[in-house]
């Protein structure tokens, strides 16, 4: 009944050349992930920098990522928008291109609204497509909570098929998964936290959307089978070693996604997978001593000699 | 040097039909408003549904709102985007449509940054249009909140041309208004805060940007005029009529745009002007009690009898 | 019917010396803003330090005060701490001490809770004083708004004698005054915001708390006098002279009440009414160039020669 | 070198009868919780209405604990207050009653400030005690949170001895966690989600603080156990078990503290424990629909027949 779609499903980061995607580096980067044996990719997410393409771009990356793939994994794609006739437009550029399991979309963002718009929403975005229809909780971007109650009762209907929670509300987490499964799970949850996937799996998640997946897949799909297998204190001991990791974003003077990102990218560079760590505009790409940071983090996690 | 722009400028509300542009009632509402007296129109602001509309309605818009003001009075139109490739794009698309002497753009949102990004995105976006460029101030929608010596030094440097002040922060407001003057006024600053523009005028605005003023513009008007003329008095007194009318916005069990361009709409579809108060999905139009509570308010201030 | 408290009525700024209360320049103090003409003091507000004073230090400071001003004014003082039980006992050492016209309490904060619970807060701390009871709008600190409809409400019903706003919230302000006037103004609105009164006047407040006006108590006064005799251009221009005064506090490297209240006992160091600009802890005085930046704005202003 | 204090350390929930403390409810509570075999108690925490309490009641609760737990296990007592002073006042009166390893503080809260003063008011607070020095981590109350920096160096320094987190930020959690361990463990580290303690303790929690285990310290103490035997799946079993109970504050029309507190102090009621659910002023105990949803929670929780 629920999606197929459950393991490990980072949110690609995308490689950039003079403003341009950087199609040889995305192919290096989708090949070298889905070796690693990943269960999914998140295309056009936060991370994918779906805020910083224009529709034309977000088209060109579905059809290069669809090209590279090539079937291998099942693909979600953003159509992360303002309001409702925005979004279905970008649900109808999707299945033009096809090649989507499903789409992600978010609570409506600038406008405010309540949990009443909200709904509706995503009803009308269900009426507008025949794919998968995933709820991306991103409150720290859109500003606005999806309330549990919202996306059980959507997810029993039939209107969502999973979410993708962002939302930093562990608490929330727990109860959704708990009530998920009373209700004979008619969600797939994934969790967009890497440094704490341990705990989300504990929690009942069926899956994680790492950013981190970018720069160590093996890592996540390592902790994923360990989760499958039962093994918790592999589980656990595999997130030390990625929450470590993880601090390539704490540089300096840098913030949100110029940080996160930023870092990402870099350390892509830093392993000969991307050509550039150039970020969209108006965003500055890592340099100096952060560059130098994000390579001293690689270095003593092994990743880099 | 700085923009002409002064006085009431009301962002437009939009009438809807069936989910398409009611042009008909447009063209009602723009002439009666342009009758009472304005000083410009703001295209594709907040109020004017910018979030909710697809880049083709909103050009759709422009093109009707151009032909039918016909150079009457001069028109600032929103490129509101999340990011900067996005809002160049729009830019690009009313530079095409024509007969807009200026754009207005916000922070980004949706992605994390700090002020730097926030910098090089207006830096940017002037890069890419020879219109006048205005920074819109709204952290309610976008989060983040215009610095005063960023935008005083873009003004400085012919960046930007103007404000629109919907920060809340009247302090800053204030500030900003004195630390304008001292550099010889680079800027034109509008409020947006229609409840009390009186204050506004104290502090040193240029003129206003009310929503209210579609309901009732001559109001507004009145109001800056006598400012114009020094009378106070009447400048508070037309103020105070004015918050008294903006209570249509207070409804029940509806928040946000729904509320308060609900209220709008409400009003003026009571008004004659528009043949309908439907919003863009997913809001819901005012119905029962409150529209009701809509025309008592529109009563009790004699525009409605 | 409602407090005769109206006009300019600063939050007393607190000197120490060495930890201790320095009585001979809280006297200076005192007489110097008396003999400005202001119209009532508000002791143990959040500039007059009351989150930092024990109960001991509270009680020392209203002695002191009661002694000095002799009656010349009239006196409200804070009573503020987290919950009902706490306020009450500071109630009853307010009485016990005498010379105070009312007590000022904010909404409970700390324990997280609802309108419902700020209103039998009021209720029951009326139960408490035959004092007047002024309520304090002070989300910024409290992190809850008082809600209009509520101290209206307990206006009406006499339990409420007047409100002194700092909640920024200058659209509710506005709409606080109108129903306080529609109702026949049972509370006495003061606002707390010194860098825009002339807003506020316009707005229908009765009065102003402004912490500035421990620097300057005459130019607020003036203000006063000029609002009196209806003077608008002389409220507006008084008020640009001491938005400009007020660049005081934005000092390098400080920020909330160690850059404002900080800035004002700077101030007063600087102009020869206070030994020392000494804050409680474990707040730092200002120093170097700070005290450079706060000696310039005086000199600007025509304070400090 | 840190504390010795580890495992279920539960904050005690507070009975009252007629607005006093009642005793002999207090003493079935500590008993039957000390029965469970719990490592610790945490007096006059949040839950144990520290904001609610004058000091004399905070003395007398402090007074009583003391007398009944007689050296069973140890204390933590919560010397929370708005700032330096006043909490060193709390201090002395902890040390004089006696009985206790540790207190327990937060950051300055009302007045707003920065990282220089959270820093220097521990400093000065470790000045003043030879007790153990707990941080405690709760910006949904002061609306600060503490930098992992900030409490890593003092816990280096020996200024602090352990944290509290109630923050929410289970990313921050880990990262301090993994710093902690770097630097050789100079901090304990107790979490306060009770919902989620199973991923805390992945994240490396030396124990927990769980209000819920004022309503049933067996699972909390089963869990502890688990975790100490390595035995993952039965800390999670529990832990999902633990979830579902906390449902009971998930009651109508009440919120925050009314809520969360209210629905322990009517289960301890429901379970023959507390002779009342009675709550401080101005809190209205549950009533209504409200006991029933928490009673339906503890019978499907088989705690109630």
Avoid at 151 to 177: A, N, T
């Amino acid at each position: 009944m629920s999606s197929q779609i459950r393991g490990v499903v980072p949110p690609l980061a995308i490689p950039l050349k003079n403003g341009e995607l950087d199609v040889a580096s995305l192919e290096r980067h989708i090949n070298r992930m889905i070796g690693a044996g990943l269960n999914g990719l998140f295309v056009s997410g936060s991370t994918g920098e779906v805020a910083f393409s224009t529709s034309e771009r977000r088209q060109q990356i579905q059809r290069e990522v669809v090209r590279i793939v090539d079937g291998r994994v099942p693909l979600l794609v953003g159509v992360i928008d303002t309001e409702t006739e925005r979004v279905i437009e970008n649900i109808k550029a999707v299945e033009e291109i096809g090649g989507a399991l499903g789409v992600v979309a978010t609570a409506p963002f600038y406008a405010l609204g309540g949990q009443a718009e909200i709904e509706k929403h995503f009803r009308i975005l269900k009426e507008n497509t025949n794919l998968e229809l995933w709820a991306y909780d991103i409150p720290v971007c859109v500003h606005t909570k999806l309330q549990n109650d919202l996306v059980l009762r959507l997810g029993k209907e039939g209107i969502l098929d999973g979410v993708k929670d962002s939302s930093g509300d562990d608490v929330g987490f727990r109860w959704l998964s708990r009530a998920n499964e009373a209700a004979g799970h008619p969600l797939q949850l994934l969790t967009g936290h890497e440094v704490v996937v341990d705990g989300a799996y504990m929690s009942g998640a069926d899956g994680s959307v790492p950013g981190l997946a970018n720069v160590d897949p093996d890592g996540y799909v390592r902790q994923w089978q360990a989760f499958e297998r039962g093994d918790w204190e592999a589980v656990r001991a595999e997130q030390d070693r990625l929450a470590d990791l993880m601090r390539i974003v704490l540089v300096k003077g840098v913030q949100g996604f110029g940080a996160g990102v930023g870092a990402f990218k870099t350390a892509l560079q830093l392993l000969g997978v991307f050509d550039s760590n150039e970020m969209p505009r108006p965003v500055a790409a890592l340099e100096g001593d952060n560059v130098e940071h994000v390579a001293s983090v690689l270095r003593e996690a092994g990743l880099l000699s």
